[in-house]
């Protein structure tokens, strides 16, 4: 019991500045304390969820405090150090602690006046048990699809009904709306049953007769009945055992199915892999992994933090295993880290191989109630020891958190972008486990600067795992150069003769191609070929991206989309073409010329649907595709086993996007989608076309030398003064009359002239000024030396000052730290 509080400081979740003060009602005063969550009125009318950040009893000056409403938990949804977390976070990135509760907390776990709730789809009309007030709001649901909060309480006129509202929650009777329209879908997979009537051996036997003359059939139906004797459930295939491991024709079990020969149906696949596999979770390190494993555990003794340089291949993920074996066996927790993306069943169903119920995952493309769930068993005493998440995880309760690892640490996807907290997953890592004492460690076949740079200066320990697993080569580089293919007219289209070459050999060798392609739509934009008109989008500086499959040209900042322009309004000349190849036109020029084929594609428009994503792999993964064309979606780690070539259409574009880190990110993307090709038994092949095939960075990609383009690319981030020698803070400002935005960038420019140390550039309009409407004028710092926490809160200052002017109020002002 907490000691008599009269006051409590409430973080409410709104981007505004500090905590609010609420007077707690006298009946309260005994239970309020640290991270529970209470219902307060802020402004006019509006109810929120907010979290006790703080309790004390000196009343607030100038203003009298209103009372809490509600307090809605027995027990602490969040522990001190987490508020701790969110504060360091406010500091670091430039935010509001609101805008951290916001991103933190499942959206379950704070209810506000505009929640949305309707009547939970399983429940069946049980009314046993529950009361009054939970009756009369079950009512009020019953004739509506859903009601907000607000509306509930005025249709049972009352004024607190959080509490209530709550308790329907958990009981399932009720549910958050938007929970609805995403609903959890198991995953599933297709198995083959025997017909029942072919249980009669002479049937069987005709049937084997008939199947003479289709061999392939005849195969299959042997195949099955030798797989379905050393199957877990007898009787019973998976279509992957059937035909991705023992390489029978789809075609062929197609045709068994349609003569009712095999029964197809989907099952469920369980989350948890099945207990005979968790008892085999024992693995066997070859000796170079076994090196690099002493090798992180004597770093480990000294630093706090180490770098696992790994090429691909190089079996990251046991070594991972290992470790967190090793950390939990004395009762501690582990974070594992992924990009979003990377969270596949693939990597998700190893790790629980081997640490069965141990396992948490939490990522933001579970369900929210999913996520509350994760959340709550964190608080237990009993919470997972593991947990397998994206870069939200960071946000979870823990217990005695000892490691965390931050795999494929380059991707730019642990930077979260859009909305305020803009934080990078891997530096708030490194502040969390400064805060437990524990560990961190970073794994990349492509680390980013910055982190190899800390590793080199033994900031924090370096170790590299050089050698694939299982003794595969990395793949075989050729560079194709355009322009020779260009002179001598041999390519067509995107293709170049030497790919297109190297795509039959392959497909002829029964093996897969990927084509890496990073630009989505059709074409990069259509273009009149009379006087080079290009139909640009209406609300932002951008041309507009043809997509054939819809017919329409859209705009990939907004997506504001218009009907194909046939007549140019400028000429009026009707001789319009299309520039460029996007991933959609690859994809429909790939099947002209493999007819056989299966084509498909991979990229944010194909993989839309929750599912999508995971459907387009285990196709890959099932041999269902043949080729897989993709942006650079298809360079995340996956691993697949049949993969002979990979295809890089253009690396000019990568070589030549206008930002500092071009050159870095155009060798790691390189890299690892080459990184792709050649798995088990052979070699793989890569193409690059480029019509630069001596640029150094194609020659580091050629040669593996990750080392040679971390020197050539410091040597250019010093000249240029760019991280990891000085921090860089960009101030976006956003308003929709560019006059307004100019004068607000200007006056902002004055104010930070006084912080000392520090390169202010600009403000300048970026490369695409105006987005959404909005014209967009950037400052960008660059500041070294000590005491860089000072100046940032300098900067806030600076920044809200203009803010609050009367001119300002309307200008959005986004800061980013470490803008990557
Ligand atoms: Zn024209
Ligand atoms: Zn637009």
Known sequence: MSALALFVEVILPLPLHGTFTYRVPRD????????????????????????????????????????????LDDAPIVFEDQLGFWDWMRQYYLCHIGDCMQAAIPSGLKLSSESRLAIHPNYAGEMDG?????????????????????????????????????????????????ELQHKFRPKTETVYRMAEWLSDKEQLQEVFEALNRAPKQLEALMQFIQSSKTSKEKGVVKRQILIADNGISAAAVDQLVKKEILLKSEVEVTRLADKDAWAQGDIELTEHQQQTFDE???????????????????????????????????????LYMLPEIALTAQIIQRLQKHFGEKVGIYHSKMSDNERVEVWKKQLSNEPYQVILGARSSLFLPFRKLEFIILDEEHEHTFKQHDPAPRYH??????????????????????????????????????????????????????????KLERKAETMKGPFSSQLLGRIKETLDRNQQVIIFQNRRGYSSFVQCNSCGWVPDCINCDISL??????????????????????????????????????TE???????????????????????????????????????RIDILVGTQMVTKGLDFDHVGLVGILNADQLLNYPDFRSFERAYQLMAQVSGRAGR???????????????????????????????????VLRKQFRYPPFIRMIQITMKHRDREKVDAAAAVL???????????????????????????????????????????KVQIFKAIQRVHEMKDFRSVQFVPDVDPV
Not at 601 to 611: A, E, Y
Request: charged share 25%.
């Open 425 to 482: 997953a891997r530096d708030a890592a490194a502040y969390l486990c400064k805060k437990w004492n524990a560990k961190l460690l970073l794994g990349s076949a492509t680390p980013s600067i910055e982190a190899y740079f800390n590793g080199k200066r033994e900031r924090i320990g370096l170790v590299h795992l050089t050698e694939r697993y299982g003794g595969i080569k990395l793949p075989h580089i050729e560079i194709c150069d355009l």
């Open 749 to 791: 420019a004055k104010e930070l002239e006084p912080i000392p140390d520090k390169l202010l550039l600009g403000p300048e309009f970026p490369l695409v000024q105006r987005i959404r409407n909005k014209y967009n004028k950037q400052i960008i710092l660059k500041m070294g030396g000590a005491n860089i926490k000072e100046r």
């Open 296 to 334: 992180l555990n004597a770093l480990f003794a000294e630093k706090d933090a180490a770098l696992l340089h790994g090429v691909t291949s190089s079996g990251k993920t046991e070594l991972y295993i290992k470790l967190i074996q090793q950390k939990i066996a004395d009762g501690g927790q582990v």
């Open 680 to 714: 088990k038994g052979r070699r793989g092949l890569v193409v690059i076309q480029t019509s630069e095939p001596t640029h150094f960075i194609i020659e580091q990609v050629v040669r593996n030398d990750y080392e040679g383009m971390y020197q050539s690319e410091l």
């Open 130 to 178: 529950l009361d009054e007030e939970q009756l009369d709001i079950l009512e009020a649901l019953q004739n509506n699809n859903f009601l907000t909060l607000d509306e509930i309480a005025k249709l049972i006129r009352k004024t607190h009904v959080h509490a209530v509202v709550r308790s329907l929650v958990e009981l399932q009777v009720v549910v958050q709306y938007e």
């Open 28 to 71: 309260l005063e005994h239970y309020v304390s640290l991270g529970k969550r209470v219902v307060v009125q802020f402004g006019r009318k509006k109810l929120y969820t907010g979290i006790i950040a703080e309790t004390h009893d000196s009343p607030p000056k100038g203003y009298q405090a209103k009372y809490i409403e509600e307090l």
């Open 545 to 582: 991206t043809y997509h054939k499959y819809s017919q329409d040209v859209r705009c990939h900042y907004c997506g504001h989309s218009d009907k194909v322009p046939h007549v140019c309004p400028n000429c009026q000349s009707t001789y319009i073409k299309t520039k460029g190849f996007g």
């Open 585 to 623: 036109q690859v994809e429909e020029e790939l099947a002209l010329h493999f007819p056989e084929a299966i084509v498909q594609r991979m990229d944010m428009d194909t993989t839309r649907g929750k599912h999508a994503y995971t459907r387009i792999i285990s196709d890959f993964e099932d041999r």
